[in-house]
């Protein structure tokens, strides 16, 4: 796993459900991550903050897969 070398960059958008959405997609190769926020609510550095230790936590499981959560199917 490879964090861009891109800067993050934060914006808020219309948000009717929730405060706090972090959306994951996959398109060829890449993983693609997104985080929408209501500004009212977090501030840029906060929400920068959350994202690292998201990536913090991909880089642990990916360092050892087994690490990871075991997933149930209802």
Known sequence: ?????YPLRLASS???NTLFDLEVSRSLNRLNAQIKYA???FHDEEIDTAFRLYVRVLEF????????CAISRS
Do not use: K, L, Q
Not at 1 to 5: A, G, L, N, Q, T
């Open 14 to 16: 219309e948000m009717t």
């Open 1 to 5: 796993m490879r964090v861009s070398d």
């Open 61 to 68: 499981i990916a360092a050892d897969p087994s690490r990871g």
């Open 39 to 41: 500004r009212a609510y």
